[in-house]
């Protein structure tokens, strides 16, 4: 995890320039800022993208340190009045567009200068005021943004409780942790949050208002010595991979697919993502393989693998871990619905929703597409249904259905017992209050 070597303790290098004070309307969406982000001696700065990290970065308290050095060669005839020397600290709140890493520091001052910097605790506040914040947008009971706010370190992860599961939110570029359901959410709504350096504390919301800040009962202690990135279980922008591990790769991969994540069929330690068409192939972290049905990097043992080349990545001792696949059956792509049935849904069944995959609740095989508000109805393939936890097409073993037209082999009689579904670490088939998360393949941890 990138964010977490900038707490390590290691100094960063890059380029850091003044400009001038803080207008709004920064890429955190914290606006309006509140006294938390406004303490004696302290500065906001946007980051650049290696801090930014796609709004992860959002919140972290930096120190920034210079000599006084001249970014441009250009600039060395002139003779600065605001050299950047520090230590300087700083919130970060917004990003910088120019910068690939560094800062722009609202304050006065002028030029690019050279400079180190690495991630702190954020300053410590005695009282109710010094624990954590939550901040609705945009939400209703169906569909809901929520935000972390005052945190000590970074929130990487952020979950609801849900019938005695953990259910692992994704996290949006703009700053917000996002949720969805068919069913009404239910308030006090029990959450936990997991910090950059795997700390995980517990707090009850106790109803939904938007556009305030809701005090939490908690905080974080701050950034962890010692602690090990790969541990965190709940990780809101997707897998956790390797260091440098982005891979550029043909794009023909992705075409015909959805965005997401999507295993190696040569390589269980890689997996590809698609985005809009791309193809970038990457890779887990020593020891782990990608999990194809929680959309995630995984134990071996929690996910057998049939590839052998997963050798090299995970050291000599993998075959005492991985079990053989006897008389495995044709694989299926059940991950990907089918392409031949697609059909326009009602115009309206998208409003209010946000982009994702929808359960039809008429119909299991059935489900819906909303993208920019626009829904677009598909089907799975001929003997799979739609399983609304973990977003994609699934068996009916694994993800039981009562309302199944035209699908006869799951469908339930009403006197005859239900059969209970095999056992999957995180999924829970209790349809009544079923959560649907956003992102497909969401992860959802014990």
């Not at 004070?21 to 955190?28: D, E, I, K, L, V």
């Not at 609304?388 to 009689?413: H, I, M, N, S, Y």
Request: glycine residues 10%; charged residues 25%.
């Amino acid at each position: 995890m990138a964010i977490w070597r900038h707490y390590s303790g290691q100094l960063m290098d890059g380029n850091s320039s003044y400009y001038g004070y803080y207008q709004g309307g920064g890429a955190c969406s914290l606006d309006p800022l509140t006294s938390d982000y406004s303490h004696k001696g302290w500065i906001k700065v946007a980051a650049g993208d290696g801090e930014f990290q796609k709004s992860l970065g959002c919140g972290m308290c930096v120190e920034i340190k210079g000599q006084g050095i001249l970014a441009e060669l250009a600039e060395k005839g002139t003779i600065p009045k605001t050299p950047i020397i520090g230590p300087i600290f700083a919130f970060v709140i917004d990003r910088c567009g120019n910068c690939k890493q560094g800062f722009d520091l609202y304050a006065p001052g002028s030029n690019q200068w050279k400079t180190q910097f690495r991630a702190v605790d954020c300053p410590r506040v005695t009282g109710i005021n010094g624990n954590i914040k939550f901040r609705f947008v945009e939400s209703n009971p169906w569909a809901m943004k929520v935000q972390t706010r005052n945190t000590r370190v970074v929130t990487v992860g952020l979950e609801i409780s849900h019938n005695g599961k953990w259910i692992c939110l994704p996290r949006s570029d703009d700053n917000y942790f996002l949720l969805g359901s068919r069913n009404r959410i239910q308030f006090p709504l029990r959450v936990r949050l997991t910090s950059v350096s795997g700390e995980q504390v517990e707090s009850t919301i106790t109803e939904l208002k938007n556009d305030v800040d809701i005090t939490s009962s908690v905080q974080f202690s701050g950034f962890i010595k010692g602690s090990d990135p790969r541990t965190i279980k709940c990780y809101g922008q997707g897998p956790t991979m390797g260091r440098n591990n982005d891979e550029l790769v043909d794009d023909k991969f992705c075409t015909g697919k959805l965005d997401g994540y999507y295993l190696d069929p040569r390589d269980c330690a890689a997996f590809y993502q698609c985005s809009r068409g791309s193809a970038f192939r990457k890779r887990c972290l020593r020891g782990q393989v990608f999990n194809d049905i929680l959309k995630t990097c995984d134990s071996p043992m929690n996910f057998p693998c049939r590839q052998r080349t997963i050798t090299s990545a995970l050291g000599p001792n993998i075959e005492k871990v991985m079990k053989p696949v006897v008389n495995p059956k044709p694989q299926q792509d059940v991950s990907e619905p089918s392409k031949n049935i697609l059909q326009k849904a009602e115009d309206n069944f998208c409003t209010g929703k946000f982009d994702g995959f929808y359960d039809d609740p008429n119909n299991c095989t059935m489900f819906y597409q909303c993208l920019n508000g626009r829904a677009t109805k598909r089907q799975c393939l001929k003997g799979m249904v739609f399983n609304a936890l973990l977003k994609t097409c699934d068996t009916p073993q694994d993800f039981p259905c009562r309302t199944t037209e035209g699908a006869d082999t799951v469908q339930l009689e009403p006197n005859r017992p239900e059969v209970k579904p095999t056992h999957r670490q995180g999924m829970d088939t209790d349809r009544g209050q079923s959560l649907t998360n956003l992102a497909a393949g969401a992860k959802m941890s014990a």
